[in-house]
């Protein structure tokens, strides 16, 4: 969406409108720290993203990656920076056909500050000496498909203080084609509202977007200020310099500052959104959030999403309404593995044919995120059965944040089934992947809801389970004896069993809307289990490489890997919420097998690639 039509959207919805600025880390560990934030931050309702572009271009490939990770994985709209310093057209070019491939409608067209090594800026293409340049190459290559913003210098530029001057350059980026303006940061409100009025006095109508920092610390506020220049209201430095030495009275008073600044702003009139530039923190600017009163709450409830799921924005997965549950926590690694399958753009995944049926390799980055050290921290050095089990059940009461098999924490979903989850966990049937029952919830609901307004959406219980050997034949003699339940079951290397009438797909979740066909967007089925079944055993093996070959957490969860069965059960009657529990409770490993350490190390057993399921011998076995 363009960020024109999204705060047209905003005013018309008598939302907060806001976004959020983020820049390419250093590091590529921090890059991945960045990726998790900026999912987080999204859940504080900003209306899109925008990321930098570094001066130089230096950065230049971190930063079309980061936008296509954005979009493509996380669902992020996002607003690419592009500038013409150490730009050729080439180089433009391809940012510009990266940003389209990744779904991108939003640039914001600079020319960019000089290299660190330079004293003054000077044009690598003689065909972009200013940012106008850029913006008329953009419309005249993509026409409409891209919102282009351009900068606005309320307090003047690091080489050009004449105001007239720079309203006049800002008059012909706009005639150029520029549809908003963004403005660096800044603290004067009243030379910020004054010179908003000389914008519009010469002719300028597209939405202004105030550059807003807040104050983390004083260091950082004081080094920003210094480096831009920015003028400070007198008021400010005296609340602000007695207690400068105390981060926490800082961020306090800062907050307090800041949110003030943001309501004068709007007081105005003109202005309808506001710009954060985090500098990649959550802290300082979720705290001007909250005293804005602006962070989602029971009084403002986030709008429900489309579809139960986080959707991709990458050009040609827009329109995708479909998704198997098995990838519930681990959506990038759908998104990445089913990119290239040529089936996809007719909405289905399940062609046996389809060449993604294959070796997972490395390409799809479905692999375990951190490194051994990191994930030794998170989750310890589990020696027995029941030391695992306690690492899932730490993960269900929040005193963890995520699970090999899930990258994020337990949602609120869960609640109505925590317990029953700890529970199974306890007793040796390790969930990772789980739902429950919900019988004709309002589509606007704040935990179950998704779709259109004044829907009803559905859900079948659902849950997917490690179970050891011990206990598979039991297991699955009572889920046969019960006949609102189906399920699939496999080890890594053996074949699929299921009692399910066929191969289609089974829907788990479905949403019925006013003049709508029913949605059923949440799936369980053959061939995409089988897909899914590599990359959760792989996911384990490679949380057993994080210890030392031969050590005993290695050999532990390597063997559970090799001798497991991964089972998936779903509650086709969604009007009995509790059966699948009911049916599972009593069954458990005996003290003795959950506290066995582990014993020599098991043969090392190579990922095996999936077959087409017309090949792979299924075994169906009747209820």
Known sequence: MHIRDMILEAEKDGRPSFSFEYFPPKTA????NLYGRMERMHLLGPKFIDITWGAG????????????????????????????????????????????????????????????????????????CYARDLVLHIRKLYGNHFDIGVAGYPEGSDDNKDEDALLDHLKEKVDAGASFIVTQMFYDVENFLRWLKRVRERGITVPVLPGIMPIATYASYLRRVNHMGCKIPKHWE???DPVKNNDDAVREIGKRLVAQLCRDILADGDVKHLHFYTMNLAQAT??????????????RPRPPPALPWKQSLGLGRREEAVRPIFWRNRGKSYVSRTADWDEFPNGRWGDSRSPAFGDLGNAYGVGLPGTNAQNRAKWGEPRSIADVAS????????????????????????????????????????TINSQPAVDSAPSSDPVHGWGPPNGYVYQKAYVEIFVP????????????????????????KGKLETNAPGDGPNAVTWGVFPGKEILQPTIVESISFLAWKDEAFQLG?????????????????????DEWHLVTIVNND??????IFEVLSGLQLSDIDKEVEAGPAAPVVPVVPVKPVKEAQVTTVSA
């Not at 909250?290 to 989602?296: G, I, N, Q, R």
């Not at 009572?478 to 890594?492: E, I, S």
Request: charge should be negative.
């Open 469 to 492: 050997p011990v206990l598979y034949a039991e297991l699955i003699a009572r889920v046969q004896a019960h006949p609102h339940l189906t399920y699939h079951a496999v080890t890594w």
């Open 29 to 32: 560990q921090g890059v991945q």
């Open 286 to 299: 979720q705290m001007v959030l909250d005293e804005l009163d602006w962070l989602p709450s029971a009084a």
């Open 57 to 128: 271009g230096h950065v230049a490939e971190l930063t079309a990656e980061m936008v296509a990770q954005a979009q493509t994985y996380f669902g992020l709209e996002t607003c690419m920076h592009l500038t013409c310093t150490d730009m050729g057209e080439e180089a433009v070019n391809d940012a510009l056909r990266r940003a389209y491939r990744a779904g991108c409608t939003n640039i914001l067209a600079l020319r960019g500050d000089p290299p660190r090594d330079q004293k003054t800026w000077e044009a690598t293409d003689r065909n972009f």
């Open 574 to 579: 969604f009007h009995q919420p509790r059966t």
């Open 238 to 240: 005296e609340v602000l």
């Open 391 to 430: 690492i899932f059940v730490r993960y269900l009461k929040g005193e963890i944040q995520s699970l090999p098999w899930s990258d994020s924490p337990l949602t609120g979903e869960a609640t109505p089934i925590q317990m029953d989850l700890v529970e199974l966990n306890q007793n040796g049937l390790l």
């Open 541 to 561: 093996a490679d949380w057993s490489c994080c210890f030392d070959i031969g050590s005993p957490s290695r050999t532990l969860i390597r063997r559970m890997m």
